[in-house]
């Protein structure tokens, strides 16, 4: 009984064999196969921008002071930020907070730390353009105008998107209509589509240096001040399958 046994198990192994080398090329052929492409597929890409006028301004105010020491210096410009705060908070329209504050030592020769630099900063923000010049203007003998950067506020960024996205949508159409005229269709579908937005792209502002500035730490007339352009972009890209 076990001749018979292991002779009918040498036969189906040698019976088996042949089959999974047959199978073998079959399935070699369907790891080589492509996926299929649907002919008549274009690539498109549109784009629409604009320049959209900044409508936020900030204006960093500083004032620096050097002392024998820390701690009276630490006093001195905290007053001064206060003085600053204070006034601003009865302007409507102009929020005003902190900046940076920093105090450093100043060293001799001979490594030795001879003084104290302090350095306190306020910065008004505010989309009324005027206020914020005129109140700067009126705090020149308290701070000096360090800085002064415009930008472009969420609320006319997403509505420059907004338009700019119908644009730019309408852009892709016509692309697709006019390319699959082109290529001798009658029209198109939409396979996919991405739409995308670059944000804003804000413009740098001089302003006039703190040495000119203090020149007049007397002055109470605005700051002269102008606000430039933000650039916003909005992409759609996809493909649409011709017909």
Known sequence: MKKNTARMLAFAVVCAAPAALALTPAMARAQNVVPYQPAG??????????????????????????????????????????SALQKAKGVSGVTARTGSFSIYPSTDRDGRISAWRG???????????????????????????????????PAAQRAAEQKLTGEAIKSFREQAASSAQAFGYNGYSIREVNVGH??????????????????????????????????????????????
């Open 41 to 82: 597929v274009l690539s498109l890409n549109a784009q629409a921008s604009a320049n959209v006028p900044q409508d936020v301004v900030d204006i960093t105010l500083f004032y620096e002071q050097e002392a024998s020491d820390p701690s009276a210096l630490t006093s001195t410009l905290n007053q001064r930020a206060d």
């Open 119 to 153: 350095r306190t900063e306020v910065v008004l923000e505010s989309h009324d353009f005027a206020a914020a010049s005129k109140l700067a203007g009126q705090m020149a003998s308290i701070m000096q105008v360090g800085n002064v950067q415009f930008s472009l506020s």
């Open 198 to 243: 670059n944000g804003a792209m804000p413009r740098p502002v001089m302003m006039m240096s703190a040495r000119a500035m203090s020149a007049d730490a007397k002055m109470s007339a605005p700051v002269p001040i102008e606000g430039g352009t933000s650039t916003v972009t909005v992409n759609v890209s996809g493909s649409v399958q011709m017909k």
